[in-house]
């Protein structure tokens, strides 16, 4: 049940149900952390801008907080894949410049068009944009992708001078304005491969082309957080960052701190049950793991429904300053940490304890790259797959932009208006 439902029967406040919630379980974000990652990525594409990649609801921090944070920390645009997640932030209030990639036929490029989202065009889409244009009586705003090798979305360079001269006739007509050009990389996170060189060498050709066309675009981009942070050309006009603004780092072999980037996410819980068994005890689903002798088990009110990956175990929690890892099967709502044998006195200090699933690892708790590893994936996709049954919290967290930020609303209103008087 929601909070709002249950307030809706008057089985409580909305504020004391949600309160209890995220005392129970929640996943804490650290605004300010976004902000310094924001931060160091504008000096580090300077002169390039920064586009704060927010799709997935920020990768788990929650899309409409990061977008406030990161546009107060310097970022100059925002990126998602769907057009429905710019839809929510626009009704948020997020004004800035905002481009959506990832399309179906359904998208709406209606509502895309009218509330002054970029859209992403690989080729089908362009003439959908062109219709929504008309029909809103708007230029649409599009940014033309070139597949520079990395085999998913965007034109091919092949059919690349059909989609930019198709572009331009319809720019001609006052139907759209080409604002960016704009590609992927596949394999920036491991900057010794030669494919990077290899991409970027096919996206100067495709810019060549375009320009060749007469394509005189705001931005060109294709750096991620990895060619950010190791490849300086490939920064162009504009950068598209996600992971680095969570803090957390691209690369195996560095560390957030490694790479000066806070980790903004704290996963944390409080121990359900924490009791004596005997030797032998088996443990959770399939009894795969064993106490190997009298113990105290731990039980930890988060499983897979929460996010945590069913095949992590062996993944760290921390428990009154020590990391213990996961024993036995992840189930959907619990997990289970053996905390060896306890006198009774120190087995009352774990009753209700506080237990973190992951966090910066400032203190040597664990992170999101602790669990990335226990689960055989990436540091992308722990704090991504952290559920909505996780209920967000928010520290740090500067008072709405209005109140503030009356100057930043009005440089972004003002952009916006050049940039629709520009067309
Ligand atoms: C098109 C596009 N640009 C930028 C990003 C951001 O990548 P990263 O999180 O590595 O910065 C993504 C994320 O996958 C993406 O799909």
Redesign the pocket.
Known sequence: MTYEAAADIGIGSKASIAKSAVLERSAVIDLEAVRHNVRQFVAIASPASVMA?V?ADAYGHGAVQVARAALDAGAARL?V?HISEALALRAAGVDAPLLA?LHTRESNFQAAVAAGIDVGISGWELDAVVAAAREQERPARVHLKVDTGLGRNGCTIADWDQLVGQAMEYQDQGLLRVVGIFS?LAVADEPHRPETDEQLAVFREAIAMAEDAGVDTEVRHIA???ATLSRPDSHFDLV?????IYGLS?FEGATSAELGLHPAMTVRTLLSNCKKVPAGQGVSYGLNYRTSGESTLGLVPLGYADGVPRVGTGGPVRINGVNYPVVGRIAMDQMVVDLGALTPEEAAGFKGAEAVMLGDGADGGPTADDWAAAAGTNN?EIVTRISPRVPRSYVNELPPPAEVHKDANQTNAANQATETAAL
């Open positions: 990649v799709k990126g894949a990639w992927h991620n957080t990895p598209r960052v996600g992971l680095g691209p992308y």
